[in-house]
Nanobody
């Protein structure tokens, strides 16, 4: 049983930056891979970024590579998504997610715990 709460979304102009946070509770946070997903109006939910339970490995969608950075602070039970050089096409609800099982690699993660999401709107 895990609870995830996202924060940090808002309205920003194209080229600007935001940092999203995801606070986790309910289990041993440091043992689980974490990820960020997003869903724009009229589109399917898509993968954005993920980080291994140890923090040593990350994966990014091609659309955000070089602009977004995922990180984690296990002491604070928090995952972050630093978003730079934002584009209007980044506009979406961003969701934090946690792996269902502990100590798996990012490539093997099955994200089954979800937060409620935080809105990111990028104006042109």
């Amino acid at each position: 049983q895990v609870q995830l709460v996202e924060s940090g979304g808002g309205l920003v102009q194209a080229g600007g930056s935001l940092r999203l946070s995801c606070a986790a509770s309910g289990r041993t946070f440091s043992s689980f891979a974490m990820g960020w997903f997003r869903q724009a109006p009229g589109k399917e939910r898509e993968f954005v970024a993920a980080i291994s339970w140890s923090g040593g490995n990350t994966n990014y969608a091609d659309s955000v590579k070089g602009r977004f950075t995922i990180s984690r602070d296990n002491a604070k039970n928090t995952v972050y998504l630093q978003m730079n050089s934002l584009k209007p096409e980044d506009t979406a609800v961003y969701y934090c997610a946690a792996d269902l099982d502990p100590k798996r690699m990012v490539a093997g993660a099955v994200f089954g715990y979800w937060g409620r999401g935080t809105q990111v709107t990028v104006s042109s």
